[in-house]
């Protein structure tokens, strides 16, 4: 038994405050960090860490880890398609498997093995293209067959009722679930800390550009002076874009989600289906949590469609037959800033001062660290770091799109 | 399931429908900047709000545009092409 | 002890149909209608469960499905409401969450070490060291989660059905019958819902039934109301789109509009040891007796703070419960009649008290009642002890909201009655009763009524709805029923084992709104998703933040109000599935199938070895004949004046100069220039084209066509054949021999050269014939009436029996198309590829005027970064092959992958397509990386790679790059 334990049995006082309330926005800030979810703490946190930054504000419109930081499904993996998407996400896995140690806390962090299912020729192509991307960077990550399958998930049914049997799929070792809330939590508690100021409940209303410069921000609590603005706000990426005036490939779809009423463990890998659009992982709560594609339609909102729950049950029983009596209990969404090769937009934008993190789409929760570090590296050092070249906003411009979207159709 | 109103089929539930994305005319090719139009192709207003979207009705084919409060999803109005088409000549 | 009581009018059970199940191991009898907490308490069985955390015992709590005490196992379900599922006989049931059974359930020694775990402990260790983790985490994993479910249990799925109607109503309590009732009378379909046997709500759990009987009576005699009993209106979607959950399916029920009249939860009193099995709420006892006929207790206590308290009381009291006392937190003598009543009664009532804490051991025996201070704090000096085993709440109410929360109401706090209630409800949506906080039993009534009203008036079926009767004057909901103890134990979420100290210390650690409140300590996260705990926490957050209740506000209210087996919502399998008219066929001449989008397609013919067959198929086409069935292409008719001009906006080439009679390929990008489709383009007039596309593009490339018409303002009609008119390519240096003793249409050279298309008939079915060269032989597409096509396709070949003819298969087509060079669209392609990168700027016309994507290509004709390349394996190369998808390496970097590669058996030698980069475009040689990690050379040479002038399938115009 942990000697932590004990020590609660010693004391009932509580552990000293995550986060503290400041008392109210000071007049001006070094940087000022737009959204308290998951990539601004972590930003904040690595400024102040690693760079020493610490006159920082978080503005948070709702509370800490409130947006898609708390609605995803807490997968992390770094099976990518692209050189430029592995590259970025294996920094990010591992970040990852060293945060509990960096926080002091358990965040969860539980490898359990992901595979992602392929029920035509043609997926199993793209798997292959993608093991292949992965070995070359050293990612565990192998093209397996179906009898592999079966021993390792043997309850799931790999003919999937009959139609679009199971042909093989990516098996990727390292591939996690977390945790999400204590990812935030963390990182805020560490931003906190250091000096970081989390400010909940502040909606910016502006920023303020003098001759393609960032002087300051507009919150309902008050105007902020600052250089420096770094928006990390995922589904209100437009939003704030446009506070700044510039335009982006962006455009929000929900992406929905569910759990189901707790179960004794039976699953312990994290499945993915892209033929089926399902994903499924069980938590260690023992729920069956489970997602699906991405809602057609643009939408700034979080409401839940009927279809999404109904079309995610039926398929689920393809897979896993037995789930009948099992029960949904609570289903949610979150906004998904897309963009149309499927990949992020990161670092320095046309005007001087505005920072940005975004077009997360459905894989912003597994970036959280690593979009931290190398945003707080990118305004530290005003140039963007290495890592997201590649991902910057320019590359519209040039067509130089990147070529994840063959990949991630439904990419968890 | 929402309902939405195709103008020429009617009240449908929404699973009948496609969507075909922002309703935007297009730029002139021949008098944009390489950078003008790689903004059209790519940049999209994606702020909540109302827009003009394509719409299809799927088992008849029949396109449309809708105005959508893309906060709210609530259709404001739809109308054929030809009419957005019009709307847009004189607004 | 509880135990059955004598037989009364109205209850629930037919006690002439005695039921048989186990418990634990242990047998009991049931009657027809009891629940399994019902038939179990009948029985003296009180203890039902064990805690999800500390394992502590647990019994009937809201018998309504407002906590998950009673949870349990059979063979063939788990986690089962034991409160409101009914008993079946032959059940065999355990609790679940046990180790070695309900009563020696070695998880007990959870409960002792509570103080070690508090909230949020598990953040705080077993993350170090970090190798022990997973061992930590398999025991968190094994304690955790609640029933046990089996993989080898069937497949269950309940067919759903769709249900339209004017008005839902939810609920058929007073308010929701009134209100069912009324509108229903005046012409509206309605259909009225409670997830209760019977319609009623808690009109069923009072001595008095005229006003059940009379609504009742009202409503049987409506043929326009429907009502179902036992069904759960578990959510509500945009534009009153309502699951309901009943025992037979889904019903999923589109309303115009819906009243709300779910009603409240009662609320529990948080004090010590407010678990303890005998201590419940007061509604529970009720409905336990009246409708089940099972006292749960001979002597009680009631915890008062509202007038019901003191109603309930006396409705139990002459059910024959011996009430030892009335202790109310308020004041006795502002109950007015009702406390005159109750001492007229003999029971005695202890003034501006609380229960300190439940006594017993594993069951209730008596509770220490306190007196309170001036802040209506317990004191502990005035402790005196009653005895009893029976401790029932009726200290307050939340709204069951649920439904409304999702529709997008606006729900205020109101300090009288003590409640979240509507304040700003969305059009179509209504709410009556105790919900919307009225109490009083006629003005439910009243308020059901009204609210029918104003949902006639909103369907413009009547105007002028009648007048609200106004809430509730009395305060039914204690604001502050927390008493907190110096030893704990007052749980303040039964599902998840939260006691007060954990929300505190919560708070303290800076989980301070109720969002991270809940995110941090779980409350309200179990399975009766915080009905029974969610005030109470609003409540706690509230005075810890020094914040009004309302400023503290709710968490948010999604899906479902009761969760939705999976089998409910997955309904019955559908897989639609589209077959060619040549489907049959395929299947008895030995087709192994593969999917291609909705179709399945001959993969190849067996019964030879894949591989075999294969290139026995490829072999016949380059030697003999070979007929394959593409019927799944897309097929389209372009007509109009515009029509030509519509061609050549929509592809890369020129289409407007076909002549007619003939064909030409057709490549489309989208707008960022991206390849998408390819197909092949025949025109049959001046305003008259056939196109065809990819078969999974089929749909997608259709829907485009028609919204470009619009967008374009084009005098176009276009027409998707693809189901009408079904397909085969015939091939092979023999085709002519086979097809033209079946055709009217001359297939000589002169009479109809490479790349035309003619109309005529094949084996009397009007047809239309295109001298097209996928394969690379000379071969004719044939396009033929579905129902006609088998006809076609038996006859040409038994036509082409004495040629040797051969069906073949995507394979094998593959494989030729492959030897010609010919791309795949999204194998060797894929979403960034333009016509640049995959060798194809001979069919990117820039001197079009315009078409769609030209811009783009204008910008990317110079940029494309990739280019696709043949090569060749060396013919001794000795090594491994290479797959589709192995790496181009050059200077250790991904430099491409392969993205075709086959053995051609005409070459003898394999071939493929790689995406490259451009800078390797010419390069000699690749260095392709296989299995085991080990690289191999492979040749890069031009395409085609097999008869690179095209002489066999057009010798008359050799040289010419057709595709």
Redesign the interface.
């Known amino acids: 038994m ?1 000697l ?3 020590k ?2 010693f004391s ?1 006082a ?8 400041p008392r109210g926005l000071r007049d001006s800030y070094d940087v000022v960090i737009i959204g308290g979810g998951g990539h601004g703490l972590a930003c904040a946190y690595y400024l102040a860490r690693d760079h020493g930054i610490t006159n920082v504000a978080v503005l948070e419109q ?5 947006g898609n930081t ?1 609605r995803n499904t807490t997968i992390v993996r770094s099976n990518y398609l692209t ?1 430029e998407g592995v590259k970025f996400y294996d920094e990010s896995v591992r970040l990852f498997q060293d945060l ?2 960096d926080f ?8 359990r093995g992901h595979f992602t299912l392929a ?4 997926a199993m ?2 798997m ?2 993608r093991a ?2 992965n ?2 960077f050293g990612i565990d990550s192998e093209v397996v067959d179906r009898d592999t399958i079966a021993e390792a998930v043997p ?1 799931m049914d790999l003919d999937c ?4 049997p199971v042909l093989g799929a990516l098996y990727h070792a390292p591939g996690a679930v977390v ?1 999400h ?2 990812v935030a ?1 963390g990182y805020g508690r560490g931003a906190d800390k250091r000096g970081v100021e989390i400010h ?2 502040t909606r910016v209303t502006g920023i303020r550009v003098v001759q393609g410069k960032v002087t300051g921000v507009e919150t309902d609590r008050g105007v902020i002076k600052t250089g420096k603005v770094i928006s990390m706000v995922a589904g209100s ?3 704030v874009t ?1 506070m700044a005036g510039i ?6 779809h929900p992406l929905q989600a569910c759990v ?7 699953l312990d890998t994290i499945i993915v289906s892209g033929s089926l659009h399902v994903y499924v992982s069980q938590s ?3 729920e069956l949590v489970m997602g699906a594609a991405l809602d ?6 979080t ?5 999404f ?2 079309g ?3 398929q ?3 897979l ?13 969404a979150g906004m998904a800033d897309m963009t ?2 499927f990949a992020p937009i990161m670092g320095r934008t046309a005007v001087d001062g505005f920072y940005i993190d975004a077009g997360w789409g459905t894989w912003g929760f597994k970036a959280t660290p690593v979009s931290g570090k190398t945003m707080a590296w990118t305004v530290a050092n005003d140039k963007d770091h290495a890592l997201i070249e590649p991902f910057s906003l320019a590359r ?6 990147v ?1 994840e ?2 990949a991630a159709s439904v990419g968890h | ?1 929402k309902l939405i109103h195709c103008p020429k089929v009617g009240t449908r539930p ?2 009948e429908f ?2 075909g994305g ?1 309703w935007r005319p297009m730029p002139d090719p021949d008098s944009t900047t ?2 003008e139009w ?2 059209y ?8 709000g109302v ?1 003009r ?1 394509w719409w299809c009705h799927a088992p008849t084919g029949m396109w449309f545009v809708a105005e959508r409060d ?4 609530e259709f404001l109005r739809t109308m054929t092409v030809a009419e957005a088409m019009k709307d847009l000549a004189h607004g | 002890m509880a135990r059955r009581l004598p037989l009364r009018d109205g209850e629930w059970i037919d006690r002439g149909r005695p039921l048989r199940f186990t418990f634990e191991g242990r047998e009991y009898s049931a009657f027809a209608g009891d629940t399994i907490s019902s038939a179990l308490l009948a029985n003296g069985v009180r203890v039902l469960g064990r805690s999800f955390k500390y394992h502590r015992p647990r019994g009937v709590f809201s018998a309504a499905n407002h906590d998950s005490n009673v949870l349990l196992q059979s063979d ?4 089962i409401r034991g409160d409101v599922t009914a008993v079946a006989d032959g059940m065999r049931l355990t609790a679940i969450n046990t180790q070695g059974g309900l009563d020696k359930d070695r998880g007990r020694f959870m409960d002792r070490l509570s ?4 909230v949020g ?8 060291p ?1 190798a022990l ?2 061992f ?2 398999n025991q ?3 304690r ?14 309940l067919p759903k059905r769709h249900g339209f109607c004017d008005l839902l109503v939810v609920g058929a309590g007073p308010s929701g019958l009134s209100a069912a009732i009324t509108a229903a009378e005046s012409g509206a379909r309605v259909w009225l819902v409670d997830e209760n046997a019977r319609a009623g709500g808690s009109l069923n759990d009072r001595q008095d039934g005229t006003l059940r009987d009379q609504l009742l009576a009202r409503l049987a005699g409506l043929p326009n109301l429907t009502f179902l009993p036992d069904t759960v209106a578990a ?1 509500w ?2 534009d009153h ?1 309502v ?1 309901l959950v009943t025992p037979e399916g889904l019903i ?1 029920l589109r309303a115009r509009a819906v009243i709300v009249a779910g009603g409240v939860y009662e609320q529990p009193a948080v004090f010590r040891n407010n678990d303890l099995p005998g201590v419940m709420l007061a509604s529970a006892a009720l409905r336990l007796a009246r409708r089940y006929g099972v006292a749960a207790c001979e002597s009680a206590v009631i915890l008062a703070a509202n007038n019901d308290a003191y109603r309930n009381a006396l409705e139990l009291k002459a059910l024959g419960t011996d009430i030892k006392a009335i202790v109310d937190l308020d004041d006795p003598e502002a109950r007015g009649d009702l406390h005159d009543a109750v001492k007229s009664a003999g029971i005695a009532v202890h003034g501006r008290s609380t229960v300190y804490s439940a006594e017993g051991e594993g069951l209730l025996a008596a509770v220490t009642v306190c007196a309170l201070d001036a802040e209506g704090r317990a004191k502990p000096e005035t402790a005196q002890r009653i005895d009893c085993d029976g401790l029932l709440m009726s200290v307050g109410y939340a709204p069951a909201a649920p439904i409304l929360y ?1 529709a997008g109401t606006r729900m205020v706090f109101a300090e009288i009655p003590g409640q979240f209630v509507p304040e700003q409800l969305p059009p179509g949506v209504f709410a009556c009763g105790r919900v919307n906080g009225v109490f009083d039993l006629d003005a439910r009534v009243a308020d059901g009524a009204a609210a029918a009203g104003e949902a006639l008036a909103h369907l413009d079926m009547q105007t002028g709805p009648a007048a609200r009767p106004g809430r509730s004057s009395e305060r039914m909901s204690h604001p502050w029923p927390v008493f907190p103890h110096p030893k704990g134990k007052n749980f303040v979420d039964l599902d998840e084992d939260l006691q007060l ?1 954990d929300l ?2 919560a708070a ?6 109720i ?2 409140l809940k ?2 300590s779980t409350v309200g996260m179990g ?1 009766s ?1 915080g009905k029974h705990a969610n005030m109470n926490a609003v409540r706690i957050l509230a005075r810890l933040n020094n914040q009004s209740i309302g400023a503290t506000g709710t968490t948010t209210a ?3 109000y009761h ?5 409910h ?3 019955r ?1 559908l ?1 639609p ?1 589209r077959r060619t008219p040549m489907h049959g066929w395929h299947r008895d001449h030995g087709a192994v199938f ?2 291609a989008g909705h179709w399945q397609r001959p993969k190849y013919y067996g019964p030879a070895p894949e591989a075999e067959a294969i290139r026995a198929e490829v072999m016949a086409v380059r030697e003999g004949v070979g007929l394959i069935d593409v019927s799944t292409l897309g097929k389209v008719e372009v007509f109009g004046p515009d029509a030509a001009r519509f061609m050549d906006q929509l592809y890369t080439l020129k289409l407007s100069t076909v002549k007619q009679g003939m064909t030409r390929y057709a490549l489309m990008v989208d707008e ?2 991206v390849v998408i489709d390819d197909g092949v383009c025949a025109r049959w007039g001046e305003e008259h084209f056939y196109v065809s596309t990819t078969t999974t593009g089929a749909e997608a490339i259709f829907r485009q066509m028609q919204r470009m018409i619009g967008e374009w303002n084009l005098k176009v009609d276009v027409v998707n054949r693809t189901s009408q008119l079904a397909s085969m390519n015939i091939a092979g240096p023999l085709t002519r021999e086979v097809l033209q003793p079946l055709t009217d249409v001359d297939l000589s050279q002169a009479a109809f050269p490479f790349l035309g298309a003619r109309q005529g008939r094949v084996a009397g079915v009007p047809a239309w014939l295109f001298r097209v060269g996928f394969v690379g032989e000379l071969g004719f597409e044939i396009h033929v009436p579905a129902a006609q096509a088998l006809h076609v396709w038996e006859a040409l070949v038994e036509a082409g029996e004495s040629k040797g003819i051969r069906p073949f298969g995507v394979e094998a087509q593959r494989q030729l198309r492959l030897e010609k060079g010919h791309l795949i669209v ?2 060797d392609t ?3 590829s333009s016509p640049f990168d995959a060798n194809m700027a001979w069919a990117v016309k820039l001197d079009k005027p315009f078409f769609q994507g030209k811009r ?1 290509l204008q ?2 004709k110079e ?1 494309a ?1 990739n280019r696709l390349v043949g090569f060749r394996l060396p013919g001794n190369h000795p090594g491994p092959i290479p ?5 181009v390496i050059h200077d250790d970097d ?1 430099a491409g ?1 392969v993205t075709s590669i086959g053995y051609s058996p005409s070459l003898k030698a394999w071939v493929g397509l790689a995406m490259v980069d451009k800078a390797l475009a010419d390069a000699a040689q690749l260095s392709i ?1 296989v299995e085991g ?1 080990v690289i191999i050379q492979a040749d890069v040479v031009p395409t085609p790679f097999y008869d690179p002038e095209g002489l066999r399938q057009k010798p008359e115009t050799a040289g010419e790059v057709s595709a």
């Open positions: 942990p932590r334990l004990l609660n049995a009932d509580p552990d000293p405050r995550f986060f503290n309330t709702g509370y800490i880890g409130g708390g050189p509990a140690e002091d806390l358990n965040i969860f962090y539980s490898e029920h035509t020729d043609a192509r793209t292959r293209w292949e991307v070995k070359h309850m009722g009959g139609e679009h945790r809330d204590a939590w909940q409940k990426t437009p939003r446009k335009t982006t490939p962006i455009v929000i189901t009423e707790p179960m004794k463990p039976w260690s709560r023992g057609p339609a643009i939408l700034h909102s409401r839940s469609t009927l279809d729950v109904e995610l049950a039926d689920m029983l393809d896993f037959p037995f789930l009948g009596n099992s029960k949904v209990m609570r289903q949610w149309p090769d519209f411009d040039r067509f130089e799109l070529g979207r063959g | 399931m929404a699973s496609v969507y922002l390489d950078m790689s903004h192709v790519f940049h999209r207003d994606g702020a909540p827009q979207e893309t906060m709210k999803d | 063939s379900d788990f986690n103080p070690l775990l508090p402990f598990y953040y705080k260790t077993f993350h170090r970090k983790f997973p930590w985490e968190i994993r094994k955790a989660g609640l029933g046990r479910i089996d993989t080898q249990w069937p497949e269950l799925r959510g979607y945009a789109y699951p999923r999702q100290k505190e210390r303290a650690e800076g989980f301070d709104n969002e991270l995110r941090y399975p998703q999604r899906p479902f969760p939705v087996p999976i089998k919502l997955a309904g399998r897989r599935e593969m999917p960022a220039g999204g194998q894929d979403g960034t783009s910008i990317l940029r970064a797959r589709e998808c192995h790496l991904i992958r990386r990690a």
